[in-house]
């Protein structure tokens, strides 16, 4: 079924005035992750709007793995009812990031490769997962896709994460304890 603009903008505005819940499943325990680290807020987990990204973090208690729940409101729109991919991009960057956090590396990213497979209809919520696929010296590879309720993935992505000292991230050290 293809909506049309006017049916995208309805549903957008109708989960404007309802927020979506980002809810977790079964086996998942939420990351609660600071919105601000340093001289202003996060990116992603700071954003105080009510229409650009809402996001929750989830570990899977079976094998620790990275998960989250995205919903991509109006003001990521790129082409017309749909998602921006920098908005994609941006929260897959931090998605592969925590996933190497969680599994103990203090990482930078210094290299994303995104593959857009499919456009993304604005008001959706979506999963992310990330994973390490490799640690080799202070090279973390990471996986990562965009998908929904359905399985159909939007996004896929890889990315190349240095591992620094912990010491260069400052305050936010004081939140390293719940990445892991």
Partial sequence: MTRSNGDIRLLMSRDMNNMPELSGEMGWSE??????????????????????????????????????????????????????????????DEAMGASAWIAGHTVVAAKLAVKYRKMLPLGMITTVEAFISSVK?????????????TGAVYTESEGLFIIIPLEIFGEMINHYDRFR
């Fill in 31 to 92: 990351l609660k992750i600071s919105d601000s680290y340093g001289n202003g807020r996060a990116f992603i987990t700071g954003d105080i709007s009510n229409d650009r990204i809402k996001v929750r973090y989830f570990k899977k208690n079976s094998d620790n793995s990275f998960v989250a729940r995205v919903w991509f409101g109006p003001s990521t729109e790129g082409p017309p009812g749909y998602v921006h991919g920098g908005s994609m991009a941006a929260v897959l």
């Fill in 137 to 149: 010296g202070k090279k973390v590879i990471t996986k990562g896709k965009v998908f929904d309720e």
